[in-house]
């Protein structure tokens, strides 16, 4: 193996010339050079970003034959034209995984800026942390940087603002020692570095994700964590190590710059602590877009399924790790480790249902109690009416005799509308009667006094499992809160799950993607950290990178052709040929994917209508309003003066292709305000319009629509004859053909047939 230092020598020396094509001027070469590592050893990037990057120089390896990814970096850094960086093909990636990229190499640069503070080096240009530390300083209240502190919260060795690789716990070490014992204030400075960090890192991933090519008018860039806060062992190395072992660069981890949710919890002895389960209220970006939502996450447990939960109105969307990669996916499967679901299982089997058994089951302390308080009341019934019948002793006789006498009844008779009876005993009888009732009062009193002897000791008994029952059910509770008990439904294909409610998320790309709707909403996202046992005394930490962002449908298509003013005014035929010598590469990729995957086709018809300008772009206008005719004799180019743009640019179609798992077709069409002349009783569409309550305008979009579908069939099909033999162009058109029969058109918010609707 050539020694490296000779190596980088020999290129300075031949200078080796080699365009930059699109390279990102702003950004540093050292950035562009980890940019480039970075993909290159995440498989996700490179799968969908890595053909952006293109590197020119030699291949150098570690002893175990991979790539020494860190040398390349010098490599690039003293010969930048070794590498070349095309934004034309990264602006039409996933976004979220040019905002993962961006948002990793932030960190890298932040983690840089700060190792040499740490080495005392003179930080010289750092504008992260200058940005940093203005961000952190402003946040906390005045009153807690008083005396030395100030001076502490700067000093390298001993600051926790600075130690990028200390867990919590040991960030929390660090406040103590340097004179911020109040648990309060120590929270105050937590939450204010955890606002710092997520700022900071948010606005220079921002920055960097446009450089890259990236288009978005809503960026949130989010850094967290949940667990105890404890250190875990080999969490978030971001450097490999070298021949020797060790880590080339020695850049500090980043496990200090995902913040946890924190509580000061207690009242005589307070204690801060990391919040097991966080979570993150978020919108949806509306205005006729889509959300796109992407997760990258850090220091995954292998033996621990990562488990986050999005829920939008009030359904749940459940991402689990998977044992094999740190990818986030719908599917559960996890057959060895600790899930979420089974610590709910064990907790509600091993312990709320045991403890329920205990308290409400057969024989349960409360059946027991329930029984015991039934004795109680009887036997006080008894003791009730013993005593009323023995105060009786004292002033009225008792018969003797079971059937009184002829002279007895004769007197109950005379007296039978009251009056008092002579029915007095002997002084016998009734002496022994007045005994008799003595003992059974005493007894019943001893009865008694046991009962509720026993229903104490019961209840006390009772008192620890019902207060240990109570906490388990409230935190059984909790955990089902947490996972949400309305399930979303999905299907699966290829790595593409879509959801009932249309939203997806791509195994491949890690993007979960909310429809495109025209309101904002709010969503939750909550990220789970998995406890040891389903008592919960300690959890394991997880950090997650979340990114949002906007995206029109189809942004990342293979083909587009937008279409602006292409139409005469009540026109729809288009005779303009869609394919030219530029998209030869795409329509080989074309044929060549559906000749070995047989590419399903998706057709999306969308006829809007009337059109309006919503700022940056052009959307269906809800209410169709339409004017009589054109104001003025320049009215092709006047402004409308409520939406900033002319008629021309309302009058707007576009055609999408995009490649995935299938051959994917969108067509998209608007009409300027003014009335359309359109005769539907020659194109036999009157009863059509009446039946589902169409414009003329709406229909003329929707004539459009189908015209560009129709001129498309006819190219692909001219196309198919040159990529394909003749049984695979036969098989092509056939499916292409039928899969347009099968199609229905939209046309506001109704749904017809194409064959109902003839040119």
């Excluded at 993909?39 to 790539?67: C, H, Q, R």
């Excluded at 503070?117 to 008083?146: A, C, E, M, Q, T």
């Excluded at 005593?387 to 005379?414: A, G, I």
């Excluded at 459009?704 to 099909?717: A, F, P, V």
Aim: glycine share 6%; charged share 30%.
């Amino acid at each position: 193996m050539l020694n490296f230092r000779l190596i980088i020598a020999l290129f300075i020396i031949t200078r080796l010339t080699i365009g930059f094509g699109q390279d990102q001027a702003d950004l540093p070469i050292e950035t562009r050079a980890y940019l480039f590592h970075i993909v290159k050893k995440s498989p996700i990037l490179e799968n969908n970003i890595g053909k952006a990057f293109e590197y020119a120089g030699p291949t150098i390896k570690l002893k175990d034959g991979k790539l020494n990814y860190d040398s390349i970096e010098v490599l690039i850094i003293n010969e930048p034209s070794l590498l070349i960086v095309r934004n034309e093909i990264i602006s039409t990636s996933p976004k979220g995984l040019i905002a993962e990229a961006a948002n990793k190499t932030a960190i890298w640069e932040l983690c840089k800026q700060i190792q040499k503070v740490l080495d005392g080096k003179d930080k010289g240009d750092s504008p992260l942390i200058n940005s940093y530390l203005d961000y952190f300083f402003d946040s906390i209240p005045k009153n807690i940087i008083r005396g030395k502190i100030y001076d502490e919260l700067l000093k390298p060795t001993t600051s926790p603002i600075f130690q990028t690789n200390l867990s919590l716990i040991d960030r929390l070490t660090l406040l103590e020692f340097i004179g911020i014992k109040d648990k309060l204030e120590q929270k105050q400075l937590l939450d204010a570095q955890n606002y710092a960090i997520n700022r900071t890192i948010k606005e220079r991933a921002l920055t960097i994700f446009n450089a890259l090519g990236g288009k978005v008018t809503d960026f949130e860039n989010i850094l967290f964590a949940c667990g105890d806060g404890s250190y875990t062992s080999g969490l978030l190395e971001e450097r490999d190590k070298d021949e020797y072992g060790e880590y080339n660069k020695g850049l500090p981890k980043a496990i200090g710059l995902f913040p946890y949710d924190i509580d000061v919890k207690g009242t005589k002895k307070q204690e801060i602590m990391a919040k097991r389960i966080c979570s993150r209220w978020l919108e949806t970006v509306g205005n006729d877009k889509q959300t796109q939502l992407h997760f990258d996450v850090w220091g995954y447990n292998s033996s621990k399924q990562t488990t986050v939960v999005i829920e939008r109105k009030n359904y749940q969307y459940h991402l689990f790790g998977s044992e094999k990669t740190r990818f986030l996916s719908p599917d559960s499967t996890f057959s060895k480790g600790i899930t979420f679901q089974r610590i709910i299982n064990d907790l509600d089997d091993f312990t709320y249902k045991a403890l329920k058994n205990s308290i409400e089951g057969k024989g349960g302390y409360n059946l027991q109690i329930k029984n015991v308080q039934k004795d109680i009341s009887e036997t006080l019934r008894l003791i009730q009416e013993e005593e009323s019948n023995y105060s009786d002793l004292h002033k009225t006789d008792y018969v003797t005799k079971k059937k009184p006498s002829r002279q007895m009844r004769k007197l109950k008779k005379k007296n039978k509308n009251g009056g008092p009876l002579d029915l007095k005993p002997t002084t016998k009888s009734r002496r022994n009667a007045k005994s008799n009732k003595q003992t059974e009062l005493i007894e019943l009193y001893e009865r008694y006094d046991e009962l509720q002897g026993l229903e104490k000791e019961l209840m006390e008994d009772r008192a620890p499992l019902l207060e240990e029952y109570v906490a388990k059910k409230k935190l059984l509770d909790h955990y089902k809160s947490k996972m949400g008990e309305n399930w979303m439904s999905y299907t699966e294909k290829d790595g593409l799950y879509t959801y009932a409610d249309g939203a997806t998320f791509d195994l491949y790309t890690q993007e979960f993607t909310i429809p495109a709707s025209k309101e904002t909403e709010p969503f939750e996202i909550r990220l789970i950290s998995i406890p040891e046992d389903f008592e919960g005394g300690s959890s394991d930490e997880v950090m997650l990178h979340i990114s949002k962002t906007d995206a029109l449908p189809y942004y990342d298509s293979d083909f587009q052709l937008k279409l602006e003013d292409r139409f005469e005014p009540d026109s729809y035929n288009f005779s303009q040929v869609i394919f030219t010598k530029v998209d030869s590469s795409l329509l080989k990729l074309l044929f060549e994917e559906f000749k070995k995957n047989n590419l399903p086709f998706v057709l999306q018809l969308q006829a809007n209508g009337v059109g309006i300008w919503n700022g940056e772009n052009v959307i269906r206008d809800e209410n169709q309003n339409e004017l009589t005719s054109y104001p003025g004799a320049t009215n092709e180019e006047k402004l409308l003066s409520r939406q900033s743009i002319t008629f021309k640019q309302l009058r707007y179609s576009n055609l999408s292709i995009k490649l995935s798992r299938s051959l994917n077709i969108r067509i998209n069409s608007f009409t300027d305000p003014v009335a359309s002349s359109l005769s539907l009783k020659d194109l036999k569409l009157e009863e059509l319009a009446k039946e589902y309550k169409l414009t003329k305008n709406e229909v003329l979009s929707a004539l459009r629509c189908i015209s560009l579908l129709q001129k498309l069939k006819e190219d692909l099909s001219y196309q198919a004859t040159n990529y394909l033999t003749q049984s695979d162009s036969k098989k092509f058109i056939d499916k292409l053909d039928g899969a347009i029969q099968k199609s229905k058109i939209q046309i506001g918010n109704v749904y017809i047939r194409l064959k109902d609707i003839q040119l």
